[in-house]
């Protein structure tokens, strides 16, 4: 694995860990939150790493279809993390009594943002599917800033702000837990490719003289299709002249849009 993915590994793993310190020894319960989050997030990474290396494997005996749905098993992992992080988040709120917040809680704060900003820095240098993992870790700052603030205020004035700052962090894991499961969903269920992809494959299958009957095209993973058409050919077309179309335009839809199709020829 590259160097740069242990570090940001490393950062993510030392940030959460300064956070969960700087919330138990200076009392600030904002910290505590955005500390769950970056553990949930830390193995929501883990996780996605490993299912995306998972998922391109080439087509086996037990998975002949390939492994691109593996994938989403980053997704699932992401969906107990953050659901185990959000009830531990609710209840730490709900049993909270008045407390106060040090002003030493800053620095703990501080080094969480600098070391999340570093592992994002990071992630969209490498670029590639580790941009999306940035991209999506964007949030770790706000909620650092949020926490920063909520941090300052707390020990300034009153350990309300800090509490407040904690709740609407924890109503973001819902927010999270909300979209992330509504994505993975959507996605899982054989959905139809997109009407682009549908209108070329009737236009390149016509203007090579057959006639469609049928298709249906299901979305196995992101941008990877599969799906069956049924076409009508004339008995005097020449027959190994159109089983050599067929096979060329399989092969272009394969190689161009990721579409693995199964041909079923009506004679009339
Ligand atoms: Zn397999």
Redesign the pocket.
């Known amino acids: 694995m590259n160097i740069k993915i242990y570090l940001i590994l490393i950062l993510g793993f030392t940030g959460g860990l300064v956070k969960i310190l700087g919330s138990i020894l200076h009392g600030s319960r904002s910290l505590f939150v955005d500390a769950l989050t970056s553990f949930a997030n830390l193995v929501s990474l883990l996780a996605t790493i490993y299912f995306y290396r998972v998922s391109r ?1 080439p087509p ?1 005996h ?2 002949p279809y390939g ?1 691109y749905r593996l994938g989403f098993g980053g997704s699932f992992v992401s969906l107990i993390a953050y659901g185990y992080v959000a009830g531990i988040a609710s209840m730490e709120l709900l049993y909270s009594i008045e407390y106060t917040v040090e002003l030493e809680s800053l620095y703990y704060a501080l080094a969480g943002l600098l070391l999340y900003g570093l592992a994002i820095y990071l992630s969209l240098e490498i670029g590639g599917f580790f941009k999306a993992y940035g991209l999506f870790t964007i949030s770790e700052l706000y909620e650092s800033m949020v926490t920063l603030i909520a941090v300052v205020a707390g020990a300034l004035y009153s350990y309300l702000i800090d509490y407040i700052g904690a709740i609407g962090l924890t109503l973001y894991i819902f927010y999270e837990l909300f979209s992330i499961g509504r994505e993975t969903f959507y996605s899982m269920i054989d959905k139809t490719a997109p009407q682009q992809l549908l209108e070329e494959v009737k236009r390149v299958f016509e203007e090579m003289g057959f006639q469609i009957t049928d298709l249906r095209i299901r979305c196995i993973a992101s941008n990877i299709y599969h799906g069956d058409i049924r076409i009508k050919m004339y008995r005097t077309m020449d027959l190994n002249n159109a089983y050599r179309l067929i096979k060329e335009l399989k092969k272009y839809l394969k190689e161009k849009y990721n579409l693995e199709l199964v041909v079923e020829i009506d004679l009339h």
């Open positions: 494997m086996d037990d998975h492994h």
